[in-house]
């Protein structure tokens, strides 16, 4: 075997360039392993620094807050025991918003406290016929002349319609109502109008889901002081004063449809099918 001496010269400087290789080992070594580190936490605390600020700007976004004739519109109708109308003002109110809950709150206490005063039950003899709610001074009959509300219970649900009757020796040939409140004027166009032979004479009636328009038209009615209303026909046609029974009944009916669970929620985005309105202020 062939032995290399070297000289201890040699030997000092291998030592050195195998000590420097090391200590650059263990330099990348450590900057790898705590830089590593230190870039973890870094991306973390970033994280973190998001997440918080992100549940800043969702909690700081208040609710808006309705406005104050709304909920004075709402609370009025309440203290009036006006229940139908304090329903269709409550669905203007943000439902984000405390007074939502206060007057929601409120309206459901008072319909739990009242029956339907003034509402006779009806179910016809048939199982299958849907049982109907009317004002004690709806006619029984067609064979007279009434303008009303009422509603019908099918499986469960309670479903609010208006009827026009009229009745005579001849028949008009229906086509049209003109409602007269104080100074608004409505005009309805009747379609379909059903007809009966009876008493001597001719029944004729317009009788149709209750929609947002027919509901405008009776809170017109229940806020005037005077309402007339105008049977248009093909043969003629004939008009008489609406009476304050008749107007009495719509109250009792509207409060009566929501004291029994009705909702009139359907109101606000239903669009009339079968009855065209036109409103004019004189």
């Given at each position: 075997?062939?032995?290399?001496?070297?000289?201890?010269?040699?030997?000092?400087?291998?030592?050195?360039?195998?000590?420097?290789?090391?200590?650059?080992?263990?330099?990348?070594?450590?900057?790898?392993?705590?830089?590593?580190?230190?870039?973890?936490?870094?991306?973390?605390?970033?994280?973190?620094?998001?997440?918080?600020?992100?549940?800043?700007?969702?909690?700081?976004?208040?609710?808006?807050?309705?406005?104050?004739?709304?909920?004075?519109?709402?609370?009025?109708?309440?203290?009036?025991?006006?229940?139908?109308?304090?329903?269709?003002?409550?669905?203007?109110?943000?439902?984000?918003?405390?007074?939502?809950?206060?007057?929601?709150?409120?309206?459901?206490?008072?319909?739990?406290?009242?029956?339907?005063?003034?509402?006779?039950?009806?179910?016809?003899?048939?199982?299958?016929?849907?049982?109907?709610?009317?004002?004690?001074?709806?006619?029984?009959?067609?064979?007279?002349?009434?303008?009303?509300?009422?509603?019908?219970?099918?499986?469960?649900?309670?479903?609010?319609?208006?009827c026009i009757q009229s009745f005579g020796k001849r028949p008009l040939g229906i086509t049209g109502y003109t409602i007269t409140a104080d100074?608004?004027?409505?005009?309805?166009?009747?379609?379909?109008?059903?007809?009966?032979?009876?008493?001597?004479?001719?029944?004729?009636?317009?009788?149709?889901?209750?929609?947002?328009?027919?509901?405008?038209?009776?809170q017109a009615m229940l806020k005037a002081k005077k309402v007339t209303l105008t049977i248009v026909g093909s043969k003629g046609k004939k008009t008489r004063e609406?009476?304050?029974?008749?107007?009495?009944?719509?109250?009792?009916?509207?409060?009566?449809?929501?004291?029994?669970?009705?909702?009139?929620?359907?109101?606000?985005?239903?669009?009339?099918?079968?009855?065209?309105?036109?409103?004019?202020?004189?």
């Amino acid at each position: 075997m062939l032995k290399i001496k070297l000289s201890e010269e040699t030997k000092f400087g291998i030592l050195f360039v195998f000590s420097l290789v090391l200590i650059v080992l263990f330099m990348l070594l450590l900057n790898y392993f705590i830089g590593g580190n230190e870039k973890t936490s870094f991306v973390e605390k970033e994280k973190e620094k998001t997440v918080i600020v992100t549940q800043v700007k969702e909690n700081s976004t208040p609710a808006t807050p309705p406005p104050k004739t709304v909920v004075n519109s709402v609370r009025d109708a309440l203290k009036k025991g006006n229940y139908s109308t304090a329903y269709i003002e409550i669905n203007k109110v943000s439902k984000s918003s405390p007074e939502y809950e206060e007057l929601r709150n409120q309206l459901a206490e008072e319909t739990q406290k009242r029956k339907a005063p003034g509402v006779r039950k009806e179910k016809d003899a048939s199982p299958s016929a849907p049982v109907r709610y009317f004002d004690e001074s709806t006619p029984r009959k067609r064979s007279s002349d009434a303008i009303y509300v009422y509603f019908s219970e099918i499986s469960g649900a309670l479903w609010p319609r208006l009827c026009i009757q009229s009745f005579g020796k001849r028949p008009l040939g229906i086509t049209g109502y003109t409602i007269t409140a104080d100074k608004m004027v409505i005009e309805i166009t009747a379609s379909p109008i059903k007809f009966e032979n009876i008493e001597n004479g001719v029944a004729e009636w317009y009788d149709v889901p209750l929609d947002r328009r027919g509901h405008d038209a009776v809170q017109a009615m229940l806020k005037a002081k005077k309402v007339t209303l105008t049977i248009v026909g093909s043969k003629g046609k004939k008009t008489r004063e609406v009476t304050e029974k008749e107007i009495k009944g719509f109250r009792n009916i509207l409060d009566g449809y929501t004291a029994l669970g009705g909702s009139l929620e359907y109101l606000q985005i239903n669009k009339p099918e079968s009855a065209k309105a036109k409103q004019k202020r004189h």
